[in-house]
């Protein structure tokens, strides 16, 4: 079963435009990952946030992170045509039993239009 | 470096056969894992091995396997097929509680 809830399911924005996906989760966490995914092929990794870490930046996206809520936000600035995917979130649990297990939300549809 | 390679890419199978994926890990990386990816339950971990052993078992039937080689690559099998195990097969590798970097799939075709 999927640990984590994606909001929204689908965004649909212009080019240029920012977007903010969030995640929240169920467990304590030792890292959160997201991904980005076209159209079936394989998973992208797009950026990794521990649990004590609250934001990171990787060019044009800013992650934060807030274990009070068990939530995390993906912004995207200044989107691009080709951005239009799904983005993921996967939380890997805390505790030594998680090996190599990512639990993923079910994630969003970013269609960004030219 | 080389990313993670599965083979083969695509693959159609009849109701009833076995079927085995196989999964090259990013070089160095010991731990490599399995994921299935279907539109109804979306992206669900399989199983999970590091040197040779695996560690770590999501919620699926025995017809599922795996196995790990002293190389790190390792292969996933599936027997007695169903329709319901059509799927993209996802690998994973990853060097110990960091980033796990994905494979393009293996996109399984049972009918």
């Known amino acids: 079963s999927q640990q984590g809830e994606e909001d929204p399911q689908a965004l649909s924005i212009q080019e240029g435009e920012n977007a903010t996906m969030n995640c929240s989760y169920k467990t304590s966490i030792n890292n959160l990952q997201w991904y980005r995914q076209n159209s079936g092929r394989g998973l992208v990794h797009l950026i990794l946030?521990?649990?004590?870490?609250r934001e990171k930046h990787s060019g044009r996206l800013r992650v934060t992170l807030d274990t009070s809520k068990k939530s995390s936000s993906l912004l995207i600035t200044a989107s691009r045509a080709a951005d239009t995917a799904s983005y993921f979130c996967a939380t890997m649990r805390a505790g030594g039993t998680s090996y190599g297990k990512l639990t993923f939300g079910q994630g969003t549809i970013l269609t960004v239009h030219p | 470096k080389a990313g993670v390679t599965q083979t083969p890419r695509y693959l159609i199978k009849t109701r009833g056969q076995q079927v085995t994926l196989s999964c090259s890990p990013i070089?160095?990386?010991?731990?490599v894992s399995w994921y299935q990816q279907t539109p109804g339950q979306g992206l669900q971990f399989l199983f999970e091995y590091f040197s040779e052993t695996q560690r770590n078992k999501g919620n699926f039937p025995g017809r599922f396997s795996g196995r790990q080689f002293s190389n790190s690559r390792s292969e996933m099998n599936v027997s007695t097929l169903e329709l319901g195990d059509s799927a993209l097969y996802l690998c994973?590798?990853?060097?110990?509680?960091?980033?796990?970097?994905f494979g393009q799939g293996t996109r399984l075709t049972v009918v």
């Open positions: 070089s160095g990386h010991r731990s």
């Open positions: 994973a590798s990853c060097d110990g509680n960091t980033e796990a970097f």
């Open positions: 946030i521990r649990s004590n870490e």
